[in-house]
RNA sequence: GGGACCGUAGUUCAGUUUGGUUAGAACGCCGGCCUGUCAAGCCGGAGGUCGCCGGUUCGAUCCCGGUCGGUCCCGCCA
């Protein structure tokens, strides 16, 4: 039995009068009494099927109780459709399939939402049903684009002489970073893998072991809260060299992101991408992932505030603090409901303790905490921030761990609201020298930035082992499109000796540090060549690819928000005897 | 761990402000008519434990408490 000689994408009018046979589901029927229409769909189109009661009696016949979604093979000629007859909005649209014969290979039931409009469901219907979901256009034309990815980077990375590896998903529990999803041994009872967050140390062991240029696809696993574009599953672009140094690695990962921005969105990034040190893009955006799409940048306060009697802030300056503010063009229209709305915002979300503003006229402030400002001051902000009548100024002042972010936030919410987004443009950058370390207050000791492999800045090394190690730069680096971190790397360390300093500084011991990371610093004895690399996260530049702006779009199976799947119901209880064969027993019984 | 919003026919929503007899609409579904539609059209019909548990009340979809589920955000995510 033959199901099909011809896809639903392909038939055009050369084919006409060709016997042809076609195989998809019924996207849609529409019944003229003596005539019936079907949208016969697969992955590569749809067709329009015609049943004639005075061409077939037989057919018309069994396509009067067709459904939707019922999966049919359809015998029949290709016919042209009379002149007035053709959908422009179809690429088969000149042409129908007069069907022969109507083989119903699956019926189906109704189904619980309509295939033809994803946004006739709720999120949560569509996960549930994610294989119907799946036949929507939207997520078709998704996944292709996925698949077509991955082979683009493939492609890039052999074409440059780079080796795939696979690494183990299998793995030892690391106690950096982010929480580990942990699988329990059953030959080893009471012994746990892990699932990586990333293969960072063997990718590491594999420079070591001299395959100089590795890539892989892979999957990571972080046990961590969810957001609309985070998944506890993720896919990487895993890559690592040797005998490199940052310059290297930033032409090829420039060069895989222009291809694939130009093969998929016919976009040209720019060469080089711009580049900001952590420190420029925290006073200038508040942010270490800025979206350079729209401007609003953060401006320099302190000399106006201390020449102002605006003695909250004045303290904040002399306590160490920052007051930073950013003008936004038109502000001045902003009713004081709309203010309040955003100082509570700023508030509650990004802990700052209050939002201070300011309109701007002719040549004055007025409003807030203008009134601290004498005329002349008020003349330089305005001069200084580049204000024009009718703005706004909002001012935060904080100390500086929140200052900065807490305006970077407001940036980009302000620039949502006023609709100063251009949606088409991407913006990559750099983003380089960020801290090496920095103090977590509920460790209570310093913790990596990046990863405790990252090598300190060359210039900063004679810091080591002493107090100002906490100020020590990284040769880390990230790559940042519109406001996405899509990338993220560093030089590694490749000396046993600084490795064992940074760990120092880290505040592992070394029989921690040996138990932990032993075979790394190991291997480290035998020969490891510089060496260093970046990840690169697949799932955030598709969607960067297909212009969405949540990740679920972009993956076929994905987790909801409290990182269950609704679909298979994972994860699940499992059985006293599974239980029992891993030597576990369950300390409150879970929940039911 | 915290905050906000949401949960009512198969689906998307309205209704709840001010508790009260038959809880509506659209789409879908079922039946009928219809030979050029392409989100076909027209006529008719069926379809509801108002997420779940408890409380207040003569009476709860509506008010209160809890709980489950979803979305977004803060913390978290080397």
């Known amino acids: 039995m033959k199901y099909r000689t011809h896809t639903c994408g392909q038939l055009r009018s050369e084919d006409v009068s060709t016997p042809v046979t076609l195989s998809g589901w019924v996207h849609a029927r529409r019944d003229h009494g003596g005539l019936i229409f079907i949208d016969l769909r697969d992955r590569y189109g749809k067709t329009q099927i015609i049943f004639d009661e005075s061409v077939n009696a037989d057919a018309f016949a069994a396509a009067k109780s067709l459904g939707s979604e019922d999966v049919v093979t359809v015998d029949g000629d290709v016919v042209a459709r009379p002149d007035e007859m053709v959908n422009a909005n179809l690429p088969t649209g000149a042409i129908d399939v ?3 014969e109507l083989r119903v290979l699956s019926p189906a039931e109704t189904t ?64 950096e970073g982010a929480r ?28 070591i072991a001299g395959y100089d240029r590795y890539f892989q696809i892979v999957k990571c696993f972080r046990d961590e809260d969810l957001r609309a574009d985070r998944q506890p599953e993720f896919t990487q672009i895993d890559v690592e060299m040797s005998f490199v140094d940052e310059e290297d690695i930033y032409a090829v990962v420039e060069g895989l992101l222009r291809r694939l921005f130009q093969e998929f969105l016919g976009a040209s990034l720019p060469d080089p991408f711009p580049r900001l040190t952590y420190a420029e893009a925290m006073e200038r955006f508040g942010s270490d992932r800025p979206d350079l799409r729209f401007g609003l940048e953060l401006q320099e306060l302190a000399s106006h505030v201390q020449k102002s009697d605006f003695n909250a802030f004045k303290s904040v300056l002399d306590g160490g603090g920052r007051v930073k503010g950013l003008v936004v063009p038109g502000g001045a229209a902003y009713s004081r409901k709309m203010i309040d709305e955003l100082t509570a915002w700023i508030k509650q ?14 040549d004055a402030l007025e409003g807030g905490i203008s009134k601290f400002f004498s005329g002349d001051t008020q003349a330089d902000i305005i001069n200084d921030l580049g204000a024009g009548e009718g703005d706004l100024i909002f001012m935060v002042g904080d100390e500086t761990k929140v200052a900065l972010p807490a305006l970077g936030a407001l940036r980009v919410e302000l620039a949502a609201r006023e609709g100063l987004i251009p949606e088409g443009d991407l913006r990559p950058l750099w983003v380089t020298d960020f801290p090496l370390v920095e103090y977590d207050a509920e460790a209570r000791r310093h913790v990596a930035v990046h990863h405790p492999f990252t090598a300190p800045n060359e210039e900063d090394l004679a810091l080591l082992g002493t107090p100002e190690a906490k100020n020590i730069r990284s040769r880390g680096y990230d790559v940042v499109i519109n406001g996405y971190e899509v990338a993220g790397g560093s030089i590694r360390i490749h000396s046993r000796e600084v490795q064992q300093q940074v760990f120092d500084l880290l505040g592992i ?50 987790k909801t928000t409290s990182a269950s799947s609704l679909m298979d119901g994972a994860p699940a209880n499992v059985s006293d005897e599974q239980l029992r064969e891993l030597g576990i027993a369950l300390r409150t019984g879970g929940k039911a």
Not at 352 to 358: D, E, I, P, R, V
Not at 519 to 532: I, S, T, V
Not at 539 to 554: A, P, W, Y
């Open 349 to 362: 979300y990004h802990k700052a303790k209050g939002l201070a503003w300011m309109k701007v006229t002719s």
């Open 112 to 175: 619980p939402f309509v295939i033809t409009d994803r946004d006739s469901a709720s999120e949560e219907l569509r996960l549930t049903y994610r294989y119907l979901e799946l036949r929507t256009d939207e997520l078709q034309s998704n996944m292709m684009t996925r698949s077509k990815a991955y082979q683009s980077v493939r492609q890039y990375f052999h074409d440059l002489d780079f080796i795939e590896v696979e690494t183990p998903v299998l793995m030892k529990s690391t106690p």
């Open 509 to 558: 011991g070394s029989a921690e540090a040996e138990a932990k990371f032993g075979f790394l610093l190991k291997a480290l004895r035998y020969g490891a060549p510089p060496h260093g690399g970046i990840a690169l996260g697949f799932d955030r530049l598709v969607m960067l690819l297909v212009g969405t702006r949540q990740i679920r779009d972009v993956i076929a199976f994905p």
């Open 180 to 207: 580990d999803y942990l699988v329990p041994s059953r030959i080893h009872q009471g012994r746990f893998y892990a699932l990586p967050q990333s293969p960072q140390i063997y990718k590491q062991l594999l420079m």
């Open 98 to 100: 007069q069907c022969r």
